[in-house]
């Protein structure tokens, strides 16, 4: 009980006494003020015996009882008809209280509040009666009322001494009640603590593989192979702007011809002009996908175009005659670039996924995310165990003043230590 220590010290300026002694001590409480309580109630329980003797036998004396005096017959008929019934209460009462064998405070509690509940109940009950049984059989009905009443004095009696010691007695179970929560509590800190330090220790060893984790990642990042790797990458990407680059030149050469390509498809397609089949594949190509398109296709559009089935004037026709030779001189030269810048990219692409260190580094920081990740986690965790922990002391010590009061109560010089 450590935390029991913290909270109460170890000042000797008053009678102290252990918390572990405590349910023996409170124990030795409650057995001294139940024997003291049970001394007196053994001397009652003989008083109640009696005083239910003594109604037993007022009793049958009223039932036995004959009117003395000149009465009127009816006032007789009803007063005997109330008595009996006075009789049958009493009865019911001493059928119904049975003194206990034993003399604790728990049984004496409980005695008495049977026997009162039954008292109150027959007396209720007899006193209707009795205000008809009196004006005939006045001696032996008052002297029924009077026996009950004896009992309902002894019976306070019985329950004074534990009404007297009932705050103490209330203390006491309520110390040992808290006692049991206060275990309860310091057994859930122990744990609580418990937790925290593994999730410091996972946390101190997750940081620890961590910061080699990140080392070694940079260790990798600072290599010559991670250098080259860059290196192919910002190569890569050059290649690609420039192919890119060449890509648009290729379609920004044919794009003046599209005007007059898209009235040759329209011809074609309508069928006011036959096509060869390959002609109408280039001229396919060359609206859908202007690279893959043969420069031969160029030489036979102008042929088309300088047999004026496009129904263009001079000037027109000859300024399409200037862009397709045009398209006709430096298509080749740049598709070869192209084409080549494209060789070079796929070239590039296959020397880097040759690379293993990118896959390397990929897991590195896949691994290095996740392990971040799940310290996060962890100190999240912790945190939680923290707050919990922090919360259950403070518990615990509103716990020990409570135990503490209860003591006082018990005994205003003990103090817990």
Not at 103 to 116: C, L, P, R, Y
Not at 240 to 267: D, F, T, V
Not at 368 to 376: G, P, R, V, Y
Not at 379 to 403: G, P, T
């Amino acid at each position: 009980m450590n935390w029991i220590d913290r909270l109460f010290g170890k000042k000797e300026s008053s009678p102290r006494i252990k918390f572990e002694e405590l349910p023996l001590w409170l124990e030795a409480k409650s057995k001294k003020i139940s024997e003291g309580i049970g001394r007196q109630a053994s001397s009652i329980y003989s008083d109640i015996d009696g005083a239910l003797s003594k109604i037993k036998e007022s009793t049958t004396l009223l039932e036995e009882a004959e009117p003395e005096g000149r009465f009127h017959l009816k006032m007789v008929k009803v007063a005997t008809t109330n008595r009996d019934n006075m009789a049958r209460q009493v009865r019911m009462l001493l059928e119904n209280i049975t003194i206990p064998q034993a003399a604790d405070v728990k049984s004496v509690a409980g005695f008495h509040e049977n026997a009162i509940q039954t008292l109150t109940v027959c007396l209720e009950n007899m006193m209707k009666s009795y205000q008809y049984t009196k004006l005939v059989f006045i001696e032996e009905s008052k002297q029924v009322i009077a026996d009950v009443n004896a009992l309902g004095r002894l019976l306070n009696e019985l329950i004074e001494p534990v009404n007297t010691q009932k705050n103490v007695l209330d203390a006491i179970e309520n110390a040992r009640s808290i006692i049991k929560n206060i275990k309860n509590i310091s057994s859930d800190i122990e744990i609580g603590e418990k937790a925290i330090t593994e999730y410091g220790e996972r946390i101190a060893l997750l940081n620890k593989e961590l910061e080699g984790k990140q080392t070694a990642l940079t260790r990798l990042r600072d290599s010559e192979s991670w250098k080259q790797y860059n290196n192919y990458k910002d190569e890569l990407v050059l290649l690609e702007i420039n192919a890119g680059k060449k890509e648009a030149e290729i379609k920004g050469l044919i794009s003046p011809l599209n005007k007059a390509l898209g009235r040759l498809k329209q011809l074609s397609d309508s069928g006011r002009y036959t096509l060869k089949p390959e002609i109408k594949e280039g001229l396919n190509l060359c609206l859908l996908s202007p690279l893959n398109v043969a420069s031969g296709f160029f030489i036979e559009f102008q042929n088309i175009a300088a047999s004026g089935v496009l129904n263009m004037n001079t000037e027109r026709t000859n300024k399409l005659m200037e862009q397709i030779q045009n398209v006709v001189s430096s298509l080749n030269s740049s598709k070869e670039e192209y084409l080549a810048l494209v060789k070079d990219i796929e070239r590039k692409k296959d020397e880097i996924s040759g690379m293993n260190i990118a896959f390397e580094e990929t897991d590195m920081t896949k691994g290095i995310s996740a392990m971040q990740e799940k310290l996060a986690g962890l100190e999240i965790e912790l945190e939680i165990s923290k707050n919990h922990v922090s919360a259950l002391k403070n518990n615990l010590e509103l716990k020990m003043q409570d135990l503490q009061r209860n003591i006082f109560i018990i005994d205003d010089k003990i103090k817990i230590s």
